[in-house]
């Protein structure tokens, strides 16, 4: 197997995961990456997969379901481009990927290991989450998030981990969710659950990690000012809607990307059967 790792695409998280890697590490990318001791850059893509076997795709793989998502690229590359040059011999670390993406790569015959189905970036990964969250709850917010009322629709890693973040910074947060666990251990956490939908009082802002609609515009409307989506379940022309994708990537790079990091490594070793 080649030594070097390589990474295409993505945003800032990349280039602080770069200097976590273990192995050296070849980077497509344009002049804003720079050099160092364990990381080349490479202009072009045929590169990457002539010195690298494991590849790092963006988080996530694709914004619009056609190019392979970066803000490194001269020219943008497009999923098909990307997909041609990957072979049997391969590893596709990244995610997550479509069901026409996966179809590809089986296709192929290379081994996809999809970073966010794992549990514990799933866990990690929602603390920068959760913070650029309320960041943007403050910035958007006229008050203080002390005294605040919130609703979350949703209480996985995500809705959790911001439920007390909030609830600790002196806010009255509710909860809904869908799921039967997740309901009962809102309360448990010392939460209001919110048994159903649509509610019938005001609040200051609403987040949704739920990755569907579940409550109507015209709801949102009645109930709130700010209404924060972290899916893409919501399409909403509207003052106080604010989608947020990519956050951890866009508020806590360097944070992000040593947890990312830091998990590559472990699964570089297990694909690999190579110790420290």
């Known amino acids: 197997m080649k030594k070097a790792i390589g990474i295409i695409g993505g945003d800032l998280r990349q280039r602080y995961l770069a200097d976590v890697l273990l192995k050296p590490v070849v980077f497509f990318a344009n002049e804003s990456i720079n050099e160092r001791e364990t990381v080349i850059k490479v202009?072009?893509?045929?590169d990457i997969f002539l010195e690298s076997d494991i590849i790092i795709a963006p988080i996530p793989?694709?914004?619009d379901k056609k190019h392979v998502y970066s803000k490194y690229f001269v020219e943008v590359v497009s999923i098909e481009s990307f997909i041609s040059k990957i072979t049997k011999d391969n590893i596709i670390i990244g995610g997550p990927f479509t069901d026409e993406v996966l179809a590809d790569f089986k296709n192929i015959g290379c081994s996809v290991i999809d970073i966010t189905d794992i549990e514990t970036f799933k866990l990690?990964?929602?603390?920068?989450?959760?913070?650029?969250?309320?960041?943007?709850?403050?910035?958007?917010?006229?008050?203080?998030?002390?005294?605040?009322?919130g609703l979350i629709l949703g209480y996985g890693y995500c809705g959790k981990r911001m439920a007390k973040n909030l609830k600790d910074l002196g806010a009255s947060v509710e909860v809904y969710t869908l799921n039967s666990i997740e309901e009962r251990a809102?309360?448990?956490?010392?939460?209001n659950l919110l048994c159903e939908l649509p509610p019938n009082k005001k609040y200051n802002y609403?987040?949704?990690?739920?990755p569907k609609v579940v409550l109507e515009a015209e709801r949102i409307l009645a109930c709130t000012t700010l209404f924060i989506d972290i899916t893409e379940a919501y399409q909403m022309d509207h003052d106080c809607f604010v989608k947020m994708r990519g956050i951890p990537g866009r508020f806590s790079p360097r944070t992000a990307g040593t947890i990312i990091g830091e998990i590559l490594n472990e699964l570089i070793k297990s694909v690999t059967g190579e110790n420290d």
Do not use: M, Q, W, Y
């Open 61 to 63: 793989f694709s914004r």
């Open 206 to 210: 609403i987040i949704n990690t739920i």
């Open 124 to 149: 990690k990964n929602a603390i920068p989450t959760a913070e650029g969250v309320i960041a943007e709850i403050i910035h958007k917010l006229d008050c203080t998030i002390h005294g605040s009322k």
């Open 43 to 46: 202009c072009n893509l045929s």
């Open 186 to 191: 809102v309360p448990n956490n010392g939460l």
